[in-house]
């Protein structure tokens, strides 16, 4: 299943000429010799209503449509046994590989950070509501009150 997912990005990616080779419309039509038929099809309405046929999961939504994707669909798209749709905009999905970010990130403390005397210094002045002519609520409420 992953190469079949690798051949549709691959094969997108040199439609759209995101990526360039020399000898791009051979490569095409050795990617679509090893597409099945009917995935070929379905990729190839997509590409021809202007939307992209494979899209990548990030954050678990479709990058296509921004939809939260159901659960089942990611664990599916994890065990990478079958191509998965789009349930919303009907398009094939994968999972990008990602960088583990926890190995770069630093290990969180319990100690808030400490406030310096640079960050205080830092702070806006505060701002006054100037009492222009009715531009106060509780002096037009006063007024109706006095009027009646």
């Given amino acids: 299943m992953k190469e079949l997912l690798q051949n549709l990005i691959r094969l997108q990616g040199l439609e759209l000429e995101e990526i360039r080779e020399k000898n ?3 490569v095409i039509a050795d990617l679509r010799t090893r597409i099945p038929p009917q995935i070929l099809g379905h990729y190839d309405r997509l590409m021809a209503r202007g939307k992209k046929g ?3 999961v990030r954050d678990q939504a479709c990058t296509g449509c921004h939809m939260r994707l159901p659960i089942g669909v990611i664990s599916e798209l994890m065990k990478a046994e079958d191509i ?7 398009r094939y999905l994968y999972l990008e590989e990602t960088v583990a970010v926890a190995t770069i990130q630093a290990p969180p403390t319990d100690a808030p950070p400490k406030r310096t005397k640079a960050l205080r210094q830092k702070k806006a002045p505060s701002r006054k509501l100037s009492a222009g ?4 609520a509780r002096k037009r409420v006063v007024r109706k009150r006095t009027a009646s």
């Fill in 54 to 56: 494979i899209v990548p």
């Fill in 24 to 26: 791009a419309a051979a």
């Fill in 84 to 90: 998965q749709l789009c349930d919303t905009c009907g």
């Fill in 133 to 136: 002519p009715g531009s106060s």
